[in-house]
């Protein structure tokens, strides 16, 4: 077997703190959506990650899409290939589109979104109380799809780390040699 090709450190970087960050943001997510007492205080929070998980995944796509990665490993068919690349999209798609429909949401029910307790940006959709149903719902729908996602992200990793003994995971872990 060849040496495990990885990717950079600021690539890592951007891999791990967007997937702290979203798992944060769906924990806090399902947790605010059934708790009365903390339910203000939970939107100020997952408001300001969902933000944050927007400006890193701009950041993110940047670096992504000016850079090239590292081969996948020889185990990896043109099928599957073409399923990476076609996840990889979907990902950051969902990870620019929910908190956008979030902001749009918030908007629609005459709601600033406030950032750490302090900066309120502004509407980005009008007053309309259907329009803030639909946006609900789609923000709740895509959260399901959010989830489903990553657990099929990670089920991949795993399978190809565990089953396979391609090294998939240690492309994106720290520590080892940058090899290629």
């Known amino acids: 077997m060849t040496a495990t090709v ?30 009365l007492g903390s339910y203000a205080a939970l939107v100020g929070i997952h408001m300001t990650l969902g933000i944050t998980i927007l400006l ?23 099928l599957e290939h073409l399923l990476v690349v076609g996840s990889e999209l979907a990902m950051y798609g969902l990870l620019l589109v929910q908190p956008l429909i979030g902001w749009a949401m918030q908007s629609a029910a005459a709601r600033p979104v406030v950032l750490f307790a302090t900066l309120r940006l502004p509407a980005i959709a009008p007053f309309d109380e259907h329009l803030y149903f639909i946006l609900r719902q789609t923000h709740s729908v895509l959260a399901y799809l959010l989830v ?5 992200h990670v089920s991949a990793v795993l399978l190809h780390t565990l089953t396979l003994r391609d090294r998939m995971l240690s492309r994106m872990t720290f520590g080892g040699h940058r090899a290629g």
């Open 148 to 152: 489903a996602a990553i657990a099929a």
């Open 6 to 35: 990885r990717y950079p450190g600021r690539t890592k970087v951007f891999h791990w703190l967007t997937a702290a960050l979203v798992f944060s943001a769906l924990l806090v997510g399902f947790t605010m959506v059934n708790s």
């Open 56 to 78: 890193l995944t701009v950041a993110r796509a940047v670096n992504r899409f000016t850079h090239r990665t590292p081969p996948l490993p020889e185990t990896v068919g043109r």
